[in-house]
């Protein structure tokens, strides 16, 4: 009887709650986003007036934080640009794309050490500890 190799397993989602804020001007924009991202596929939306943002929930092995927004600035939208939204926005779309990328790293040996590359590159570096002289060229006394 043969053994039949096991379907690939489908990766655990990696569920995402986010708000997307947008600017004071042009007025209406929360209503006009979450009708803009409702038939997108596999992400909730929540429009928030009164915090001018619209609240999504998706799985980061469908979308990004980042490839929401860029959908949203490139339709017209304006996003609040204030320091801090800067500031959170850039961490998020950094964390979520290391974090898909961690995912798709192989994973490491413990046991192996994480400087042994950095010891072997000392070994083949020339530093004050080395001496390169023969040592039947060594005078010792």
């Known amino acids: 009887m043969k053994r039949q190799a096991a ?9 995402k709650e ?13 209503a006009e986003a979450a009708d803009f991202l409702a038939p997108m596929a596999l992400v909730k939306i929540t ?8 609240d999504v929930i998706y799985d980061l092995h469908q ?9 949203l600035t ?4 304006h996003l609040d640009n204030t320091l801090l939204s800067k500031l959170m926005r850039a961490l998020i779309y950094y964390v979520e794309e290391t974090q898909l990328h961690n995912l ?3 994973i490491r040996l413990i ?8 010891t072997h590159a000392w070994e083949r570096h020339p530093h004050g500890d080395h001496d390169d002289t ?3 060229w060594r005078e010792y006394k």
């Open 134 to 136: 023969p040592p039947e």
């Open 7 to 15: 379907a690939p397993q489908k990766p655990p989602p990696i569920p």
């Open 18 to 30: 986010r708000s997307i804020l947008f600017a004071k001007f042009p007025p209406g924009q929360v």
């Open 47 to 54: 429009p928030n007036t009164e915090r001018r943002a619209v």
């Open 104 to 106: 798709g790293a192989p």
């Open 63 to 71: 979308h990004s934080l980042e490839e929401l927004e860029t959908a």
């Open 74 to 77: 490139e339709h017209g939208f």
């Open 111 to 118: 046991k192996k050490s994480q400087n042994e590359a950095y």
